[in-house]
């Protein structure tokens, strides 16, 4: 069991500290303070996630919008400027 880089006999120190510290009574509230604040943190990460991934669609939506378009754009572009070239050459 290693959370956070730290193993069972280090959490077991930590623990006892912990309860030497701040009590038996305030020990619960204190636990209930760290798991909303970890679980808070995760909920943040999961939507920095989230809205990355989000962020990735769209670019990579506007990449391949812009690679279809592209040739399309140089094909109308050709026969205009072959059509100059040639009322040049005459």
């Known amino acids: 069991m290693n959370i956070f880089g730290i193993g069972l006999p280090e959490m077991a120190v930590i623990m006892i500290v912990a309860l030497l510290i701040f009590g038996p009574k305030k020990l619960p509230e ?17 939507e920095f996630q989230n809205e990355f991934k989000r962020e990735a669609e769209q670019i990579e939506q506007a990449v391949k919008t812009t690679a279809e378009i592209e040739p399309k ?8 400027h072959d059509t100059v070239n040639s009322s040049q050459n005459s």
């Open 73 to 80: 754009q140089i094909e109308a572009a050709q026969p205009q």
């Open 30 to 46: 204190i636990g209930r303070s760290v798991g909303k604040a970890i679980r808070g943190f995760q909920e943040a990460s999961n």
